[in-house]
């Protein structure tokens, strides 16, 4: 079974950081790249970040630049995102999702970034 499970969310403080962590069970995630994406409440899902299947090359929304890090671990079939400096604006329902055929979702892990 395809599968893909979040962690690593929560509450912090403006400034502060987390690292969510994505787990990917049921496929071979390493021949796949590898996405973030948010939805805040009452907007649309947008990418936060990309990397490809041997993580040579990352991708980022212009709102994180510089203050996300997208990493994998292909030996633990997990995919990482280092969110620094978060900001009230970064509160939303954090998703992955790899290029597989299926295009699997995980269920999601929330941030929320307070003043």
């Known amino acids: 079974q395809v599968q893909l499970v979040e962690s690593g969310g929560g509450l912090v403080q403006a400034g502060g950081s987390l690292r969510l962590s994505c787990a990917a069970s049921?496929?071979?995630?390493?021949?796949?790249?590898m996405s973030w994406y948010r939805q805040a409440p009452g907007k649309e899902r947008e990418l936060v970040a990309q990397?490809?299947?041997?993580?040579?090359?990352?991708n980022y929304a212009h709102s994180v630049k510089g203050r996300f890090t997208i990493s994998r671990d292909n030996a633990k079939n997990t995919v990482y995102l280092q969110m620094n400096s978060l900001k009230p604006e970064d509160t939303a329902v954090y998703y992955c999702?790899?290029?597989?055929?299926?295009?699997?979702w995980g269920q999601g892990t929330q941030v929320n970034v307070s003043h």
């Open positions: 990397i490809t299947s041997i993580g040579d090359f990352t």
């Open positions: 999702t790899a290029s597989h055929p299926i295009r699997p």
């Open positions: 049921g496929f071979t995630a390493r021949a796949y790249a």
